[in-house]
RNA sequence: GCGCCUGUAGCUCAACAGGAUAGAGCAACAGCCUUCUAAGCUGUAGGUUGCAGGUUCGAGCCCUGCCAGGCGCGCCA
């Protein structure tokens, strides 16, 4: 409908403006405004021609109303304000739509996944396999995940992968701590340096890996032998504890990339011969960070990559000073990989804390592949933990941070997860452990699920008493008149609309926040409307109706992976 | 010092692409359960949208400058 309305708008548009060769008719792009008595669709495009025509906007409003030819279901049209042309449909039109939404069943708002559909590639989480993940992570884990599939809903093919940092002087440092705590299990007095791993669970893995390993055979082996064997089963050991946790949380990925296999394959330094011989490498050095004090500065020669010329604030060191390459290095082979895998868009999920970082792949990938903003970077910002509005001390030298699967077994994985949605990331976010465990109305996610348990409540009773809503087409919609019924149609025919906007915008958080508005609107309809009445026709009008509400609510909770309880 | 993010009611956040009277929840106050779930609803009160300029028919949103908070700033990831 807002499409006919739309396109019946801009006829009129293009007619008007014959007279003006040189001017380009405005897109049309309408809105439902806030309150009612606008009417049920508003467009502002006479308010931009105002200048280009020299007219008033309301004059050029009256003259598109002059010419433009409306579908049937209009039933007024009228100017209002300073220039809004406010459109009014015949109530039965949209409450017809009831029907559709309920025959459309899980699938309302969605964009079936073609076989030709664009190939997303969605990064996220990618916390490093030293430790459990902590609550920051977890925000970025639902973030990206609901992102995900807010775009699968409108017909994106959409990948999950998570990036395994399994490389670097961290896995040396992971190794090492755990062969400590073995030799600790074993009775021997180590001493526990300060840059180690201070955390119960390595204890754990060197117990493990005590019962799978011959203690005194690794004691016998070559120190970098036992250190890749050590590690690399710490890391195996990371990352099963990380995938169960992120399970908990009902997270699964489609990959998991290993850094690790990059460089075993030879992948990260024939990315840095191609660049070399693109000629946008040199050895050089750089100058000294700015405004950071740095003791121990030394001014060395460096394999830089001029990310400069593709948009970066300075040129970006590939290779460390004994050679090896650096995590940038890898990174692009990373994202080189994504492309030649044919996926036609990348979107990474990061912490703020990377914020620094996202110039410099982008311009990589647009010095190896021409395009721009690839990836698409989302910077999600930190999270507060606190206790009864207390901050959390978390000190991860001390090993007394609080892990994500910590904070889901306290308050479940359906608070966790909708609370990390209501919000843009952008903004920093404030999580109170109580707030989230309570029960009430503090806490959002039940004011949604209520919400839905109710609705399922009034279609039993109902059932119970004998009332069969019947053949669809047996409904009389007409009689769904009230100022709460027409909202709540009106709430409901806007999802796909919504769904299309988060996707095009990244932001899932609109699913969550979607979700919030149709329950008040829900809640607010039942206070004042019964449902099951000695009416037959009104009975089982609202019972499309509401069923039509729980639909869509199951819908958006359903892309949120929040679950929807029959019963509360 | 430089870059990115943020600043909206006492608190936590919205405001759909620059549109109509800036909205919700919590907290406060006053009401609503012998009728489909009170994990709910109704009402009252609460605002110089950090400050100062600018752009235009119109600015919380865009531009400039300040103020405050967060994150980051070579060979960690």
Redesign the pocket.
């Known amino acids: 409908m807002k499409q006919a309305l739309e396109q019946a708008l801009q006829a009129a548009l293009e007619e008007l403006l014959q007279d003006h060769p040189d001017a380009i008719a405005p897109e049309v792009?309408l809105?439902?405004?806030?309150?009612k008595?606008?009417?049920d669709y508003?467009a502002?495009v006479a308010?931009?021609l105002?200048?280009l025509l020299k007219k008033s906007?309301q004059q050029i409003a009256a003259s598109i109303l002059a010419v433009v030819q409306w579908p049937d279901a209009v039933v007024a049209a009228d100017i209002?304000?300073?220039?809004?042309i406010?459109i009014r449909l015949h109530q039965a039109t949209e409450a017809e739509a009831l029907k559709a939404i309920v025959l459309a069943g899980e699938s309302y708002g969605k964009i079936a996944v073609t076989a030709d559909a664009e190939k997303v590639n969605l990064e996220f989480v990618s916390a490093?396999p030293t430790g459990p993940m902590h609550v920051g992570h977890g925000r970025g884990a639902v973030v990206g995940d609901a992102l995900a599939s807010v775009l699968n809903a409108v017909g994106k093919n959409v990948q999950r992968e998570y990036y395994i940092?399994d490389?670097?002087?961290?896995i040396g440092v992971l190794a090492n701590s755990v062969w400590l705590r073995m030799q600790e299990l074993e009775g021997e007095t180590i001493e526990f340096p300060d840059g180690a791993y201070p955390g119960e669970y390595i204890v754990q893995i060197a117990r493990e890996l005590l019962e799978k390993h011959n203690y005194v055979s690794l004691t016998e082996m070559d120190e970098e032998a036992r250190s890749a064997l050590v590690g690399s089963e710490s890391i195996a050991a990371n990352m099963a504890m990380i995938r169960d946790d992120l399970a908990a949380i009902g997270i699964n990925f489609d990959l998991y990339f290993s850094?690790q296999s990059l460089h075993a394959s030879g992948r990260v330094s024939e990315l840095i011969e191609r660049l070399q011989s693109e000629g946008v490498v040199y050895s050089g050095?750089?100058p000294?960070?700015?405004?950071?004090e740095?003791e121990?500065?030394?001014?060395?020669e460096?394999l830089l990559f001029r990310t400069t010329d593709f948009g970066d604030?300075?040129d970006?060191?590939l290779?460390?000073?004994?050679g090896?390459p650096?995590?940038?290095a890898?990174d692009i082979a990373y994202h080189y990989d994504k492309h030649q895998r044919g996926f036609e868009r990348m979107i990474d999920v990061w912490?703020?804390?990377?914020?620094?970082?996202?110039?410099r792949v982008q311009a990589a990938m647009k010095a190896l592949t021409g395009r721009e903003r690839q990836p698409d970077v989302l910077?999600v910002?930190?999270v507060n933990l606190t206790r009864d509005g207390k901050p959390v001390k978390m000190s991860k030298r001390a090993g007394t941070f609080v892990t994500l699967r910590e904070v889901v077994d306290e308050v479940g994985a359906d608070a966790v997860r909708f609370n990390f949605m209501?919000?843009?990331v952008?903004?920093?976010?404030?999580f109170d452990l109580e707030a989230a465990k309570q029960?009430?109305?503090?806490?959002?996610v039940?004011?949604v699920?209520?919400a839905y348990?109710?609705i399922?409540?009034?279609l039993?009773?109902?059932e119970d008493e004998g009332h069969v809503m019947g053949e669809l087409g047996d409904v009389d919609v007409s009689v769904l008149t009230s100022h709460e019924e027409q909202r709540l149609v009106a709430h409901l025919l806007?999802y796909p609309?919504?769904l299309q906007?988060a996707a095009?915008?990244l932001?899932a958080?609109?699913v969550a926040?979607f979700a919030?508005?149709l329950?008040?609107d829900f809640?607010?309809f039942?206070?004042?409307?019964?449902?099951?009445t000695e009416d037959v026709v009104l009975t089982r009008a609202r019972m499309l109706l509401i069923k039509a509400v729980g639909q869509v609510i199951r819908n958006a909770l359903n892309v949120l992976g929040v679950s929807t309880?029959?019963?509360?």
Do not use: C, W
């Open positions: 792009h809105t439902r405004p806030k309150m008595e606008h009417g508003a502002n308010m931009p105002a200048r906007p209002a304000g300073p220039g809004f406010n490093n940092n490389a670097g002087v961290q850094e050095t750089l000294p960070p700015k405004g950071k740095v121990d500065y030394k001014s060395v460096q604030d300075v970006r060191p290779a460390k000073q004994d090896t650096t995590y940038f890898a912490g703020a804390d990377h914020g620094g970082y996202v110039s910077l910002q930190m209501t919000r843009r952008e903004s920093q976010l404030d029960k009430n109305d503090e806490n959002p039940y004011y699920q209520y348990a109710r399922n409540a009034i039993r009773k109902a806007a609309d919504a906007k095009d915008r932001e958080y609109r926040t919030m508005r329950a008040a809640h607010s039942y206070h004042k409307n019964r449902v099951v309880p029959e019963r509360m």
